[in-house]
């Protein structure tokens, strides 16, 4: 099987214990979804329907890609830059 590479990986902070995931392929996205997602809402839906039409090639792999961002935003992932930003920024 050809893996289709979606650009430069999207890292989630997936876990509360901190643990962060790099998805790097459409596949790799796919299985997370449809087996590892902590919640089944219409975002999810949504997603998976994205990433199998960019397999299908009936959609660019940006708005699967955006799709997933919107279905780990509402599963509750933190992507890593903000988690950065917020290591960052002082405390009071």
């Known amino acids: 099987m050809i893996e289709i590479n979606w650009g430069h990986p999207l890292n989630f902070v997936v876990s509360s214990d901190g643990t962060l995931q790099s998805f790097s392929t459409v596949e790799q996205v796919r299985y997370w979804l449809r087996n590892r997602w902590p919640i ?3 975002a999810r ?5 994205r990433i199998q039409d ?3 090639c009936i959609c660019s792999v940006g708005t699967a890609r955006r799709a997933f961002i ?19 920024q002082p405390t009071s």
Do not use: C, N, P, Y
Request: glycine share 4%; aromatic share 4%; charged share 20%.
């Open 40 to 42: 089944a809402d219409d």
């Open 70 to 88: 919107a279905a780990a935003r509402s599963a509750g992932f933190v992507h890593e830059t903000l988690i950065a930003d917020a290591q960052l």
């Open 54 to 56: 960019a397999m299908d």
């Open 45 to 49: 839906q949504t997603a998976l329907s």
